[in-house]
C-alpha cells in the first residue's frame, strides 16, 4: 500500500527475500537516514528471523508470504532479492500496490515477461522500478562508458570472462536449483557481465551463438557458457562464464577504432580501469571509488528526484533476452536471433 510523499519522514520499505540480498541491502536502507525497513517477508521461517533480527523487524511485521506483507502494510517501497524465478511475480504485484521496486537481477528468466515488466514499470511513470546491476554504480564502468557516450567513437570487438568456484560454492544453494534460478551462473554472476558489456558499450545483441559445458543432466546448469555475440552496428563479443574456476577474475576488453579500455578485478574489490592507445601505451586514469553509490541511496535518489534509475527495467530486458537466447543456442547449435522491440 503507498503513501510516501516528499514531505514524509521515511521512505518505508518492504524487503522480499531475507538472505544476502535482503540483509545487506536492507541494512543500508536502515543506515540511509531516509528510509526504514518496516516489514520482511520470506517463505523460510529461519530467514525470516534472521533477517528480521539483522534489520530490527518486530515480529508482527514478519510474513511467510509476500502478498500478505503487501496487503496489510502501509509501505512506499520493496527490495526484492528471492530466487531469480520469483522476480517476475513479485515486481508486478509490488507495482500493482502503487509501489517503488529495488530488485535484484535479473529482472526475470523469461523474454515475455521481462518485456512485460517494462512495459508495465513505462506506464506507471510514477513509480521507480530499479534493477540491482552495481556495474551502473561503479566509477570504473561509468568513465568507460563515456568514452562512448561521449564521442564518436563505436565500440567494435569485445571479449569479456569471469571465473569463479561458483559450482562448488553453491552446490546445495538455491543458485544451482535450476527451477528456483532459471539456469546456471549465466543467470548469476554471468549477469552482471553480460549487463557490463551491454550498458558499458551501449550496444543492441542482434544474434548470439553459445557453447555451453552443463553440470546437470537436463543441461540446464551451465558450468562453462561461451558465447559469440553479434550487434547492431557490426561489433561482436566474446563473452565467456567459467564456474569451476578457484577464484573470481574479471577481464574486459573493449576496442574501437582509436584504442580500448580494459576493465578488470578480483574477487568482488572495485574494477580497475585502463585505458589502452593506438601506439600500445596504457593510460590509467584515477578512479575515486568513494563516489560509487550503493544501490539503496541511489534508490531513494531517484524516489525523491523521479529520476530515471541507473539500471532500468530495460536494461535488464536486454540482458534476459540476450540469456535466454545463449542457452537456446546451447542446446540447439545453433545462433539464436535476438529480438529487442
Known sequence: MSGHSPQSEKVRVGVIGGGFIGTTVGRAFEED???????????????????????????????????????????????????????????????????????????????????????????????????????????????????????????????????????????????TDPDLSGGGNLYDTGSHLVDAVLWTTGLAPTSVQANMTFADDENRVDECAQLTVEFENGASASISVFSDAPCVREHIHIWDDDGAVYLEGRQWEPRKLTEIRADSTDIVPYIDHKLSDEKAAVFIDCIESGATPPATARDAYAVTALTEAAYESARSGERVSIDLD
Open 33 to 175: 537516514p531516509r528510509s526504514t525497513v518496516v516489514a520482511i517477508a520470506d517463505v523460510s521461517e529461519a530467514a525470516r528471523e534472521e533477517a528480521g533480527n539483522a534489520l530490527y523487524v518486530g515480529q508482527g511485521a514478519r510474513y511467510g508470504s509476500h502478498e500478505t506483507m503487501l496487503d496489510e502494510e502501509e509501505l512506499d517501497a520493496v527490495l526484492i532479492g528471492t530466487p531469480h524465478v520469483f522476480h517476475y511475480e513479485q515486481i508486478m504485484d509490488a507495482l500493482d500496490q502503487g509501489l517503488h521496486v529495488l530488485c535484484d537481477k535479473p529482472l526475470t528468466t523469461d523474454r515475455e515477461k521481462a518485456r512485460e515488466v517494462v512495459q508495465r514499470s513505462e506506464e506507471a511513470e510514477d513509480q521507480v522500478l530499479m534493477v540491482g546491476y552495481q556495474r551502473h554504480l561503479n566509477e570504473a564502468f561509468v568513465k568507460a562508458r563515456d568514452r562512448w557516450a561521449e564521442t564518436d567513437l563505436s565500440p567494435n570487438f569485445i571479449t569479456a570472462e569471469i571465473t569463479q568456484n561458483w559450482i562448488s560454492r553453491f552446490e546445495d544453494a538455491w543458485r
